[in-house]
């Protein structure tokens, strides 16, 4: 795993705001036609928006960026053009590889979250570690925001049922009816004006 960056920092203090961008990676964000999500498009430039906002407000919230390893021959590899974070990160933000859908799996994430604290997540895949990455964290105790249209996932394909297919807008609104039920807060884009202010 690569370690905590950077890791002179100690843990942030209780009551604190984080930014999640979970697997924000090259081969999830390029075109659909070189492998990316059927939303690439608006997703990237979503959080893009959201990432700026965090970076410019009067108190910013902790950023995290988590990379997902895949294993050999996938698409996010360990160190090839596919793994790559899509946005490039600053000095005081943090990277986290991992190796399982849970981000809080197998990593130090925990450390840098205190169980109080608002996380606010967007990434990839609704279906996989956004939904379990929130899970977990609902479990720990954190407030958890899920923006819409800042998530995302490809379409699915049930084999069980024939090979029907669900289409990657309906997958995401399952995935974002269920964590609401579950305990999570659904934000719309419109909200993320408001997102990293006092509330």
Known sequence: MTPLHPSHQSPPSLTCRVLLLLDVQVCMVSSPKEGGVPSSETVYRNIEHILDRAR??????????????????????????????????????????KLKNNAFAGTRLAELIPRDAELIVVGMQSDYCVRA???????????????????????????????????????????????????????????????????
Request: proline share 6%.
């Open 56 to 97: 410019s407000a009067k108190q910013p919230p902790r950023i995290i960026h988590i990379r997902n390893s895949g294993e050999s021959g996938d698409p996010d590899t360990p160190n090839s053009p596919g793994w790559q974070l899509v946005f490039p990160t600053l000095e005081h933000e943090f990277v986290m590889d």
């Open 133 to 199: 990455t929130c899970s977990a964290a609902l479990g720990r105790g954190n407030t958890v925001i899920l923006i819409k249209e800042a998530h995302a996932t490809y379409d699915r394909i049930e084999v069980w049922n024939g090979g029907m297919v669900t289409i990657a807008r309906d997958v995401e609104s399952e995935i974002e009816a269920e964590l609401e039920e579950a305990g999570v807060n659904l934000l719309c884009m419109s909200d993320v004006p408001h997102l990293f202010s006092d509330r």
